[in-house]
């Protein structure tokens, strides 16, 4: 699969490289990576939609 998260650095939409599923502090997954265009560390959390697809893949 493959996301798209906001870079606020460059104010557009990015998609990311090296990826990873991390679970944040309120039990949400999250997807965390970084920018290609900025290098910075972008988040996006996912819906619980996207969430189920993972579970599946990683099956």
Request: proline share 2%.
């Amino acid at each position: 699969m493959e996301f798209e998260a906001f870079d606020v650095k460059a104010k557009k939409m990015v998609k990311l490289k090296n990826y990873e599923v991390v679970k944040l502090k309120n039990g949400r997954l999250a997807i965390k990576g970084k920018s290609p265009e900025t290098g910075i560390t972008v988040y996006r959390i996912l819906s619980n939609a996207d969430a189920e697809k993972l579970k599946k893949t990683k099956k």
